[in-house]
C-alpha cells in the first residue's frame, strides 16, 4: 500500500527557512516522477516542484523559482523540498505526490505558516 508522509512544516518568519520531508513505502520509489503541491485553505491546488526518478531534471512554479529545491534520496525512498526567503504568500499545507504532471499517491500534508 503506498504511503507518503509529509514532516518538517512549521510557522516562520518571512525570509526564513524550512526543510520539507516526505517518507514513502508501498511502491518502488526511485522509478516514479515526485512532486510537491500545495494548498491554500479555501483555495485550489498549486503545484510547486516536480523532480524525475533519476533527480537530475526538475520543475519549478515560477512563484517559488529560485527560493526553493526539490531533491530525493533514493536509497532512503525520501523526497526533501528546501525552501529558503519564504513569503507571506508561501502559506499554504504542502503535500507531497507520485508523478509530474498528474498524481496518483498524497499524503496527508504539511502545514507551513509565513508570517511577515
Known amino acids: 500500500q503506498t504511503q507518503l508522509t509529509e514532516s518538517g512544516g512549521g510557522s516562520v518568519q518571512a525570509g526564513g527557512s524550512l526543510r520539507l520531508s516526505c517518507a514513502t513505502c508501498?511502491?518502488?520509489?526511485?522509478?516514479?516522477?515526485m512532486s510537491w503541491v500545495r494548498q491554500v485553505p479555501g483555495k485550489g491546488l498549486e503545484w510547486v516542484s516536480s523532480?524525475?526518478?533519476?533527480?537530475?531534471?526538475?520543475g519549478y512554479a515560477d512563484s517559488v523559482k529560485g527560493r526553493f529545491t526539490i531533491s530525493r534520496d533514493n536509497a532512503k525512498s525520501k523526497l526533501y523540498l528546501q525552501m529558503n526567503t519564504l513569503k507571506s504568500e508561501d502559506t499554504a499545507i504542502y503535500y507531497c505526490?507520485?508523478?509530474?504532471?498528474?498524481?496518483?499517491?498524497w499524503g496527508q500534508g504539511t502545514q507551513v505558516t509565513v508570517s511577515s
Open positions: 523532480l524525475n526518478p533519476g533527480g537530475d531534471s526538475t
Open positions: 508501498g511502491f518502488q520509489f526511485s522509478t516514479f516522477s
Open positions: 505526490a507520485t508523478g509530474w504532471s498528474s498524481f496518483g499517491g
